[in-house]
């Protein structure tokens, strides 16, 4: 069978071409290609390109609150009048139902309000 698969192939040619690309133990080694000759940069090509200089001076900034519409500016307080709002209408419910949990909603949106209140207040201050 191992005759059928090699019955083509020159195995001493194939020797013969994998022994003369492998120097001998005794041999020198063969001598390394001279280098390159490059040609020389200058070192004006080496240097990081200039950046354009910048502007004399940016324009002032508007204020912070000038910049703002006025619903950004105030959107803490309208939060707390909707807390507020909501609040009363679950107070509402709790009254119309005659119970406590709906009451505990509202007492809950109320305190929320305040939160949001005193921390819009705060932030101005």
């Given amino acids: 069978m191992a005759d059928e698969v090699d019955a083509g192939i020159d195995k001493q040619r194939i020797l013969a071409e994998i022994g003369a690309s492998a120097p001998l133990p005794g041999e020198p080694p063969p001598p390394a290609a001279p280098p390159r000759d490059y040609p020389s940069i200058p070192l004006s090509a080496l240097a990081p390109p200039t950046l354009p200089a910048p502007p004399a001076a940016p324009p ?53 309000a305040i939160l949001v209140g005193a921390g819009s207040l705060l932030r101005e201050a």
Avoid: D, K, S
């Fill in 60 to 112: 002032a900034p508007l204020p912070q609150r000038m910049r703002q519409p006025r619903l950004v500016r105030h959107r803490r307080q309208l939060a707390a009048f909707v807390l507020v709002f909501v609040a009363l209408l679950w107070f509402g419910v709790a009254i119309a139902t005659q119970e406590r949990i709906p009451f505990a909603f509202g007492g809950g949106f109320l305190g929320l």
